[in-house]
């Protein structure tokens, strides 16, 4: 999708009442116009929130300009500290993720999350570690639990790791402990010096009740089950095929009526 696509899009989503865009990926630093991307999304009116997901790697450099142009807060994927397992994990180097942390929170994202996915026997160690770190830092840490999608289930039985224990040391250190409703119930655990949201499996009926998120493709067709592919409105062939804006809000409707409960997917 062009920048403009990408701003007519949001456009129409703000004036059917969405207030809030995520840019996710893939990794969406990796777009050479996403300075441009930001700033034709910022400027729409009706928008109350333009957030972004990214793996930290290009973000250092470009931090200062995203936020110039209207980003608001930033999630980094960081499973580890460790810059071996680092590169195990990701192939990546861990300096340049440790840079983007540093330059997101120099620059006012506000907030600044750490997505640390527990992987068994792999970083489940490093949770003591990652906590002083984003207190450091003044990043919340979100703590995220493996799920059984996109991964064949000899690694999921090897890597995952429930997030009960980690909970309930939490629960013993938190001087608040707040429950997101419209968000699985998620719970944010508010310690003296850091916060941690613990983020479960989203294949559950509870997560699907309280959803109320649309998401759209990077080939521009609206996906409004997570965990589903056989339900979604292609909006970019007929928004280059001439539909107006009107006609787009009605596909923005039908996938919206394409949801369907967990429970009741065969």
Do not use: W
């Not at 009442?17 to 999304?41: F, N, Y």
């Not at 993720?97 to 996915?117: I, Q, R, T, W, Y």
């Amino acid at each position: 999708m062009t920048v403009d696509e990408i701003g007519r899009i949001a456009k129409i989503a703000a004036d059917l009442g969405i207030i809030k865009v995520k840019l996710t990926g893939g990794e969406p630093l990796v777009r050479k116009d996403i300075p441009e991307i930001i700033k034709e999304i910022s400027s729409t009116p009706g928008l109350s929130d333009l957030s972004m997901t990214t793996n930290g790697a290009l973000l250092a450099p470009m931090a200062q300009e995203l936020h110039t142009r209207g980003l608001k807060r930033v999630n980094i994927s960081l499973p580890t500290l460790n810059a071996e397992v680092y590169r195990k994990l990701t192939g990546g180097r861990i300096e340049e993720v440790l840079s983007g942390v540093e330059a997101a929170v120099n620059v006012g994202f506000d907030p600044v999350k750490l997505n640390m996915l527990i992987l068994k026997c792999v970083n489940d160690y490093e949770f003591p570690v990652m906590l002083r770190f984003a207190a450091e830092v003044g990043a919340i840490l979100q703590l995220i639990e493996l799920e059984p999608i996109n991964v064949d289930n000899g690694y999921y039985v090897a890597n995952h790791k429930a997030l009960e224990e980690y909970e309930s040391v939490l629960s013993q250190k938190a001087v608040m402990i707040e429950t997101r409703e419209f968000m699985q119930n998620r719970r944010i655990y508010h310690l003296p010096d850091v916060r941690v949201e613990v983020i479960h499996p989203t294949e559950n009926a509870e997560f699907c009740r309280n959803c109320t998120r649309l998401r759209v493709t990077s080939d521009g067709r609206l996906k409004p089950c997570l965990m589903r592919n056989d339900n979604l409105v292609d909006i970019l062939t007929p928004m280059r095929n001439g539909a107006t804006d009107d006609e787009i809000a009605e596909l923005f409707k039908l996938a919206n009526q394409n949801r369907e409960p967990h429970g009741n997917i065969k």
